[in-house]
C-alpha cells in the first residue's frame, strides 16, 4: 500500500487463525463438494468408456471418494494462504483493505465518505472469539429496510480485537465531522 501525502498508519491488522473455521463451511466446503460432483462425472463417464458401455454408479461414487476430498484440502490451503494476504490499515486519512491471490484487491474508503462502522459478531464468531468490522458509504447503508441488501464497502473479517480500530475510525469520523478537514 503507497501511502498518500501526511498520511500514518495508525492501525495493521491482519485475521486471526479462527476465520479459518468460518471460511471451512464458506469457502472450502463448496470447493470440495464441487470436486467431489466433478470426480463423480468424471470417473462415472470412464464407466462408460473402460465398462459395459453404461454410466459406471460404482466408478463415480469411487470417483466422489477420492477427489472430493483432495478438492476439500486444496480448498482449505487455498483459504490459509488466502487469509495470509489479509491486511486491513487504518490511517488518519482512509481505511484500506488489501489481499488476495487470484485477484489482488486494494480498496480504500476515505473518511468523508464513511456514514457508518458497524462492529458485528454473529454466533460463530462468538464461539471463535472473533469479529468483524464494517464500514459504510452512502451507497452501502447499514440502515436499509431489507438486511439483505446491507453489503458494507469494506469488511475487516477476522479480528480478535474491533473496539479499538472502530474508536479510532469514530474519533476520525467526529474530528473530521466538527472540523471538515
Given at each position: 500500500?503507497k ?12 485475521p486471526?487463525?479462527?476465520?479459518l473455521?468460518i471460511?471451512?463451511?464458506?469457502k ?14 468424471l470417473f ?16 463415480g ?7 472430493g476430498?483432495?478438492?476439500l ?13 489479509y ?13 488476495g491471490?487470484?485477484r489482488r484487491?486494494?480498496?480504500?474508503v476515505?473518511?468523508?465518505?464513511v456514514t ?8 460463530i464468531e ?7 468490522l ?8 447499514s440502515r ?23 474508536e479510532?475510525i469514530?474519533g ?7 472540523t471538515?478537514?
Amino acid at each position: 500500500m503507497k501511502l498518500q501525502e501526511g498520511e500514518e498508519i495508525l492501525h495493521e491488522l491482519r485475521p486471526e487463525r479462527a476465520v479459518l473455521w468460518i471460511w471451512l463451511f464458506s469457502k472450502a466446503l463448496p470447493i470440495g463438494l464441487a470436486g467431489g460432483v466433478v470426480g463423480f462425472v468424471l470417473f462415472g463417464l470412464l464407466g462408460i468408456i473402460f465398462s459395459f458401455g453404461g454410466f459406471s454408479f460404482i466408478g463415480g461414487i469411487a470417483g466422489a471418494v477420492i477427489v472430493g476430498p483432495g478438492f476439500l484440502l486444496l480448498g482449505m490451503i487455498y483459504c490459509e494462504f488466502l487469509r495470509r494476504t489479509y491486511v486491513y490499515y487504518i490511517t488518519n486519512q482512509r481505511c484500506v483493505f488489501h489481499g488476495g491471490i487470484i485477484r489482488r484487491i486494494e480498496r480504500s474508503v476515505h473518511y468523508h465518505k464513511v456514514t457508518d462502522v458497524e462492529m458485528s459478531q454473529h454466533i460463530i464468531e462468538r464461539i471463535l472469539g472473533i469479529s468483524t468490522l464494517n464500514i459504510f458509504t452512502p451507497g452501502t447503508s447499514s440502515r436499509l429496510g431489507d438486511s439483505s441488501l446491507q453489503k458494507a464497502e469494506i469488511s475487516f473479517v477476522g479480528l480478535k480485537d474491533n473496539e479499538s480500530p472502530a474508536e479510532t475510525i469514530n474519533g476520525i469520523l467526529r474530528k473530521f465531522r466538527a472540523t471538515g478537514e
